[in-house]
């Protein structure tokens, strides 16, 4: 409910979203054509987004203390996928005293609450009670309702983890996914001056995007749909556990049995994708090249425990990619031919799981 207050899926929220693509363009603008690395600038603006939500107010790209708030959310991020990470959810009594790159996100995660608690202490210190602005100031609202309430589970050590939370599910799978559009559209160049076209055709050079417009934008559209299909960001869903005796295609599953639902598969499913391998935005307009959506497209995942962060991440995809292709052509650097396209972090799990 607050999130809704605080605009999640609303315009107040698209606005602070238009903002940032502004700020991203600019400073991509400022370099002048030159080569650069655009991983750091894009998790920065959409780690801003969540920053507004929660904190009340963005970060410069020069603040160093949330310079290093990124880094250290990328490291546990990196780390998670690690042996030893796995090893720790199996023996953390025996893990915490054992090196090993678990322990470098042990440092990680102490920062970023370090940081959740400064910025609480910063709200407590300056904020007015009667006119919250932010997450931080309706949590600390609903503590003090409920401090008379001996069970209450709203206090200080579960705000520091849901800001936790929020920051973490909040940046990486969108930051990521727009780190692989650049990927994609350097690789496709035809389809990325189609997207260009497109957004020239329909919109002013200086118009506003909105989210709205995606309705007029269908090969644009396509293309942000097909890059969540093509490189997906999130291979398996969130676990859940069966309530209650069940058969599923035959097969019994028992009460208690932990569920991972494998989105991947149906994302690459040859009887749902007609090139299910390739980048094709085409799996996305009918013949006439209006936009239609498929029922296998679950990046999300689907049902009731879809992403709670679903509308905010096709908000943001959509404003951030728009504005981008509308100012840029991306192309790799002089003297380079070959880009490796391959998502790492599959080849990793592959070499573990064999």
């Known amino acids: 409910m607050t999130l809704r207050n605080l605009g999640l899926g609303k315009k107040g929220l698209e606005h602070?979203?238009?903002?940032?693509?502004?700020h991203l363009v600019e400073h991509f603008r400022r370099e002048k054509g030159r080569s650069l690395d655009p991983s750091f600038p894009i998790v920065h603006s959409v780690s801003n987004v969540i920053a507004s939500v929660v904190f009340g107010h963005r970060f410069s790209i020069e603040d160093k203390n949330f310079q290093q708030l990124i880094k250290n959310n990328y490291c546990m991020i990196e780390n998670g996928n690690h042996i030893c990470e796995m090893l720790y959810d199996m023996l953390p009594w025996l893990m915490n005293h054992l090196p090993g790159p678990h322990q470098k996100s042990f440092y990680c995660q102490e920062f970023l609450r370090s940081f959740a608690r400064k910025e609480i202490r910063n709200h407590q210190e300056n904020g007015s009670p009667d006119e919250s602005q932010d997450f931080i100031d309706f949590y600390l609202a609903q503590i003090d309702?409920?401090?008379?309430?001996?069970?209450?589970?709203?206090?200080?050590?579960?705000?520091?983890?849901?800001?936790?939370d929020l920051f973490l599910a909040g940046t990486e799978t969108t930051a990521t996914a727009l780190r692989w559009t650049v990927l994609d559209m350097v690789v496709h160049p035809d389809i990325q001056e189609k997207v260009q076209k497109e957004l020239d055709a329909v919109l002013g050079p200086s118009q506003l995007i909105c989210y709205v417009d995606r309705k007029k934008l269908p090969y644009t559209n396509a293309v942000i749909h097909e890059i969540l299909r093509y490189s997906t960001t999130v291979a398996v869903g969130v676990p859940r556990q069966c309530i209650k005796d069940t058969t599923l295609q035959g097969f019994p599953i028992e009460k208690g049995t932990l569920i991972i639902p494998n989105l991947n598969s149906v994302l690459v499913d040859p009887e749902q994708w007609e090139t299910p391998r390739k980048f094709n935005p085409n799996h996305f307009l009918d013949k006439d090249g209006n936009f239609m959506n498929k029922e296998a497209f679950i990046p999300f995942s689907a049902g009731h425990r879809v992403c709670l962060g679903e509308q905010l991440a096709r908000t943001e995809l959509f404003i951030f990619i728009s504005n981008l292709l509308r100012a840029f052509t991306f192309r790799l650097p002089e003297g380079v031919k070959e880009i490796n396209t391959e998502n790492q972090l599959y080849k990793y799990r592959r070499k573990l799981w064999t």
């Open 145 to 164: 309702k409920s401090k008379d309430d001996p069970t209450s589970t709203f206090d200080e050590e579960n705000l520091v983890q849901t800001i936790f």
């Open 16 to 22: 602070r979203i238009q903002e940032e693509a502004g």
